[in-house]
């Protein structure tokens, strides 16, 4: 009843309409905050957004059956309505979503994992530690949905399912919109993982300040039984000193020694125990290690911590690598801020040993979306590859040549020969690996796993894999380089 969906909310803050009605003794069938999703007895919220308003939706619900509306002001419609005042509809809804699938996180060992960069990695590290340890894992994130972290009524249904089918635990990306938006409220962690922060978002949060407030918020006593943090940035070392009322363990690259990165893989020594991941990069080394300090928080025995890094299977759009003859290489990476593309490209440097090898470097930067960072992106790229070829990447309502000046203007004056533009993003892809000389690498960052691309309102299909393969496909059976 709704009665039972409202247990925890402020009685102060809710009030009920028609006034004096008994509306909640109503039964509800589900609560959901897209008007298409409503089915008989649902309870609709109308969410305040930033380019859609849900009370302008709520006479469609009713069409499809709600029964109860959640607003933050009273509608002239006729159906009950709890009123919770301006900006309280989604804590509001978080409460009611625990309330009704019964909290089903307090059956679940969680993990949760927040940060800029290796949110993605360090999550599905953990799934694969827990699963060699013998605890069946779910893994929710970017790789599952249309967002990281999914509203409170998608995230709190995906936990109940997961008791249901038996799962154990569950390891999550927790990112700062979720955070901020109250979709992880009523969510206890047992262990909670701050890999670092460096500037993205702030289209959303304005400031790096808001921003690091938005993660910071995660680390309370209410919130998290163990904190990991990551203490090789100045975030991570201020979150330190302000979390209390919980234990924490702390990583840096210090507790890191005898490092070697090969190919198709790295390995490290922590805490006197050998680590072998079948992943390349001293970042990936780093998620890695964050994985270790949550496994090692949840009492994971050493053999389970070994085998389930050893065993990690590959994870798209993550440093997928793709052989040409000639001891050549294409990097697909989602790489899409300052910092991961940097920490991507001395990965790739790694790679290539020997005079006159190169690294080559294809990216864009998305549209509508954090600007400031586009010219920090091609000044990383300009110094840490040999030749950077720019192009296009979810443009959005933007023009991809604008997007591309923005890049450029990061770029300094003496390694701006360096730059090559095609805006096409298959033919920059074509260009790049047609171009490789032997024992080079070419780097294809910014999208990864999508398979989509974003252009005026079109969403059309493309995979810089699929790009990548069929290119060095054509080369290998001995046709012209797809760019000529």
């Known amino acids: 009843?709704?009665?039972?969906?409202?247990?925890?909310?402020?009685?102060?803050?809710?009030?009920?309409?028609?006034?004096?009605?008994?509306?909640?003794?109503?039964?509800?069938?589900?609560?959901?905050?897209?008007?298409?999703?409503?089915?008989?007895?649902?309870?609709?919220?109308?969410?305040?957004?930033?380019?859609?308003?849900?009370?302008?939706?709520?006479?469609?619900?009713?069409?499809?059956?709600?029964?109860?509306?959640?607003?933050?002001?009273?509608?002239?419609?006729?159906?009950?309505?709890?009123?919770?005042?301006?900006?309280?509809?989604?804590?509001?809804?978080?409460?009611m979503s625990a309330n009704f699938y019964r909290h089903p996180s307090r059956s679940l060992v969680m993990v949760g994992v927040t940060g800029t960069?290796?949110?993605?990695?360090?999550?599905?590290?953990?799934?694969?530690?827990?699963?060699?340890s013998g605890m069946p894992v779910r893994v929710i994130g970017t790789l599952?949905?249309?967002?990281?972290?999914?509203?409170?009524?998608?995230?709190?249904?995906?936990?109940?399912?997961?008791?249901?089918?038996?799962?154990?635990?569950?390891?999550?990306?927790?990112?700062?919109?979720?955070?901020?938006?109250?979709?992880?409220?009523?969510?206890?962690?047992?262990?909670?993982?701050?890999?670092n922060l460096s500037p993205e978002h702030l289209d959303f949060h304005a400031t790096m300040s808001d921003y690091f407030e938005a993660k910071a918020a995660l680390f309370t006593p209410d919130r998290v039984d163990t904190a990991v943090i990551y203490t090789g940035d100045e975030w991570g070392r201020s979150l330190v000193g302000r979390v209390s009322g919980m234990d924490v363990l702390t990583f840096n690259d210090s507790d890191i020694s005898d490092v070697s990165i090969g190919a198709s893989g790295s390995s490290?020594?922590?805490?006197?125990?050998?680590?072998?991941?079948?992943?390349?990069?001293?970042?990936?080394?780093?998620?890695?290690?964050?994985?270790?300090?949550?496994?090692?928080?949840?009492?994971?025995?050493?053999?389970?911590?070994?085998?389930?890094l050893a065993g990690m299977p590959p994870l798209p759009g993550r440093f997928n690598t793709h052989e040409m003859s000639g001891d050549r290489l294409v990097v697909v990476d989602f790489a899409h801020t300052p910092e991961a593309l940097e920490e991507l490209l001395k990965s790739a440097r790694q790679?290539?040993?020997?005079?006159?090898?190169?690294?080559?470097?294809?990216?864009?930067?998305?549209?509508?979306?954090?600007?400031?960072?586009?010219?920090?992106?091609?000044?990383?790229?300009?110094?840490?590859?040999?030749?950077?070829?720019?192009?296009?990447?979810?443009?959005?309502?933007?023009?991809?040549?604008?997007?591309?000046?923005?890049?450029?203007?990061g770029v300094d004056e003496q390694n701006r020969d360096r730059v090559e533009v095609y805006i096409d993003r298959r033919e920059a892809i074509e260009h790049a690996i047609g171009s490789?000389?032997?024992?080079?690498?070419?780097?294809?960052?910014?999208?990864?796993?999508?398979?989509?691309?974003?252009?005026?309102g079109q969403i059309s299909h493309f995979d810089d894999s699929e790009v990548v393969r069929s290119c060095i496909d054509t080369i290998e059976s001995g046709g012209l380089p797809c760019w000529a």
């Open 144 to 195: 599952g949905g249309a967002r990281t972290t999914p509203e409170s009524p998608d995230l709190q249904r995906m936990l109940a399912d997961a008791v249901t089918s038996g799962t154990k635990a569950v390891s999550m990306e927790v990112s700062s919109h979720g955070i901020v938006q109250h979709r992880v409220d009523d969510i206890h962690f047992n262990v909670a993982v701050f890999t």
């Open 268 to 308: 490290f020594v922590i805490d006197g125990m050998p680590i072998y991941i079948p992943m390349i990069g001293v970042h990936n080394i780093r998620n890695g290690v964050a994985a270790i300090r949550v496994a090692q928080s949840l009492g994971i025995s050493h053999d389970a911590i070994l085998d389930g």
């Open 1 to 95: 009843m709704l009665a039972d969906l409202l247990e925890g909310l402020n009685e102060v803050d809710v009030a009920c309409y028609p006034a004096g009605a008994s509306i909640q003794d109503l039964n509800i069938s589900s609560i959901e905050y897209d008007s298409r999703s409503v089915i008989d007895g649902s309870l609709f919220c109308c969410l305040v957004g930033q380019h859609a308003d849900g009370h302008d939706f709520a006479s469609q619900a009713i069409s499809s059956g709600a029964r109860v509306l959640l607003v933050e002001r009273r509608l002239a419609l006729p159906i009950a309505q709890v009123i919770v005042g301006e900006g309280n509809a989604r804590p509001a809804m978080a409460v």
């Open 351 to 409: 790679l290539v040993s020997a005079p006159g090898e190169k690294v080559i470097c294809v990216f864009g930067c998305g549209g509508n979306r954090d600007r400031l960072k586009r010219p920090d992106m091609g000044k990383v790229a300009s110094l840490l590859a040999d030749r950077v070829i720019l192009t296009s990447d979810n443009s959005r309502y933007e023009e991809p040549e604008d997007i591309i000046r923005e890049i450029i203007d």
């Open 436 to 456: 490789l000389g032997i024992g080079d690498v070419a780097v294809v960052a910014g999208k990864g796993h999508e398979t989509t691309m974003e252009f005026k």
């Open 117 to 132: 960069n290796g949110k993605t990695t360090v999550t599905h590290m953990v799934a694969s530690i827990l699963e060699a």
